[in-house]
């Protein structure tokens, strides 16, 4: 189990949780209610995992994730942001953290987020290429593959009334359960959302029948899904393979 550092600025908060936390059989082993304090207690306790509100006062929390990566550059942090940051979340990103929780917070947002860092393969400078370039900042001395570098399991994207979910090839059990998670922050009145699986080539069978039970729950609303995939191989699989129906009532093959 993992030893945790949390930081932000709201006793409440941190109590909240350190309860959740605890409950997961992982060990606070400290606070900081500041990002000053929070460097001088990373450096005391060398934790596994730092959990990061960005919206302290005084230094904020991606300024503190800068100043950490740099003395620190192995520090595993995850930040926690309202739904209305995205952008500060990507920009946090781009300085070194590992991952982010959307609030509200709860138990198996928490529990699907350490399991995914404290199991990534993490490559720092091949993840701050991947989040230029998802902020449309490709450093234009060399050309960055997507498959050279580390690819979030999914990504949400609120484009006024829509909700765009990317599904790539690396999706897992539990980044699955995550993005189900997530979702339901989304599916409030009459959502609009299109699921799109880029040119990602397949899912694991165990990982493909929970996308199709997402699928379901999104269609037990009353608004409007739809799924596109830009890999005809992938459709055909989902169309035939018998295991996702409910994807394969709605995918549609969309050419580059």
Do not use: W
């Amino acid at each position: 189990m993992a030893r945790i550092l949390i930081v932000d600025d709201s006793a409440v908060a941190r109590k909240s949780l350190r309860e959740i936390v605890t409950s997961l059989a992982h060990t606070v082993v400290g606070e900081a209610e500041n990002g000053a304090q929070a460097f001088v207690e990373y450096a005391r306790l060398k934790p596994d995992i730092v959990t990061m509100d960005l919206t302290m006062q005084g230094l904020s929390g991606a300024e503190t994730t800068s100043k950490l990566i740099a003395t620190f550059p192995e520090a595993r942090i995850i930040v926690i942001s309202a739904m209305e940051e995205r952008k500060v979340v990507l920009d946090a990103l781009e300085r070194g953290a590992r991952h982010f929780i959307i609030k509200p917070i709860s138990q198996e947002k928490v529990a699907a987020v350490l399991t995914n860092v404290l199991q990534q393969a993490f490559d720092q400078q091949k993840h701050r290429e991947l989040v230029r370039k998802m902020k449309g900042m490709r450093d234009s001395t060399a050309a960055v593959r997507t498959e050279d570098v580390y690819m979030a399991p999914h990504q949400i994207i609120r484009d006024g009334n829509l909700t765009i979910v990317k599904i790539n090839a690396n999706l897992t059990l539990t980044s699955c359960q995550s993005l189900a998670i997530e979702m339901e922050e989304y599916l409030t009145g009459e959502p609009k959302v299109l699921v799109d699986f880029g040119v990602t080539a397949g899912l694991d069978k165990q990982v493909l029948a929970e996308v199709d039970k997402l699928i379901r729950k999104i269609e037990a609303g009353s608004g409007m899904l739809k799924a596109v995939s830009r890999n005809s191989a992938f459709v055909d699989a989902v169309n035939t393979t018998g295991e996702a129906a409910g994807l394969a009532a709605i995918i549609r093959y969309l050419p580059n």
